[in-house]
């Protein structure tokens, strides 16, 4: 039995035998020597370097990256880590409905008042106990016993040195005074809320950097508070190392909760006996 087959017409047969031309081509052109390095070229272009590679892959140190409450950025200038997360908090300017922002224009830097009316307190404090003595300890009492005497005429008689050691124990003790309120104040954080409000830093006072202001005021005033403490404590060896004096440490009486009165035989007051 005879078997059909068909046969392709002239059209295909030229299309198939154009098709095999154009191949051949292509694996010429590929073969030659400068199609190769062009293509090598760009292969060579498309993989990046070593050196962007290791750039890439790079992890950045500890070191380098900066902790929003580090030491070193709570010393930047303007930093306030309790506002930092509100925009208008370091700033001294407020937003005016649809229009720009609006410079404020308190009355004094926080930071200036405060240093200025410690040392007014602190001035009126030290001359009112050299001069006017208007509140003196002898005038009130605490539980059953007196809060103590203070001189208000003249001074401790003896030389140079006593007169230095009363000197020094008045300053340092009325300093003490003002500087222990200093020392609150500057930790109370309600107080600086407060202080921080749109009436406070629009009229009264430039709060923009209150946070590192307070910081500033607590660390100099302790400074200042641990100085005046070690004269007010040992300023009585002033009269033993120049001029031969003896001191004598005479106990007082012990009052509840936890205070000490003055003892007997000192009662009398500007008693000059020694230990008095």
Not at 15 to 30: F, K, P, T, W, Y
Not at 67 to 77: C, E, I, T, V, Y
Not at 171 to 177: K, P, Q, V, W
Request: proline share 6%.
């Amino acid at each position: 039995m005879s078997s059909m087959r068909r046969v392709p017409s002239l059209a295909t047969v030229q299309e198939n035998v154009h098709q095999d031309d154009h191949i051949d081509e292509e694996v010429g052109a590929v073969q030659n020597p400068s199609v190769l390095k062009h293509a090598s070229s760009i292969v060579m272009q498309r993989v990046p370097s070593l050196t962007r590679v290791q750039s890439i892959s790079k992890i950045p140190s500890m070191s380098s990256i900066s902790f929003a409450l580090s030491p070193k950025s709570r010393k930047k200038k303007n930093y306030n880590h309790r506002t930092s997360g509100d925009p208008q908090a370091g700033t001294n300017e407020e937003k005016t409905g649809s229009g720009p922002m609006k410079r404020l224009t308190p009355w004094i830097n926080y930071e200036v008042f405060q240093w200025t009316w410690f040392i007014v307190l602190t001035t009126l404090a030290v001359v009112d106990r050299f001069a006017w003595n208007v509140w003196p300890r002898q005038t009130y009492s605490i539980g059953a016993g007196s809060a103590g005497g203070d001189r208000t005429v003249g001074y401790k008689p003896g030389p140079w040195s006593v007169v230095l050691y009363d000197a020094l124990a008045r300053i340092s003790g009325r300093y003490s005074i003002i500087c222990y309120n200093m020392l609150l104040i500057t930790k109370l954080e309600c107080l600086e809320q407060l202080l921080t409000s749109p009436f406070v830093r629009k009229y009264l006072l430039d709060t923009s950097n209150i946070v590192n202001a307070n910081m500033r005021l607590h660390n100099w005033n302790g400074i200042g508070l641990c100085v005046m403490t070690i004269l007010h404590v040992w300023s009585i060896l002033f009269p033993c190392v120049t001029h031969g004096y003896t001191a004598v440490v005479v106990p007082g009486v012990f009052e509840w909760p936890l205070s000490e009165r003055t003892p007997a035989k000192c009662s009398k007051l500007f008693n000059d006996e020694p230990g008095c």
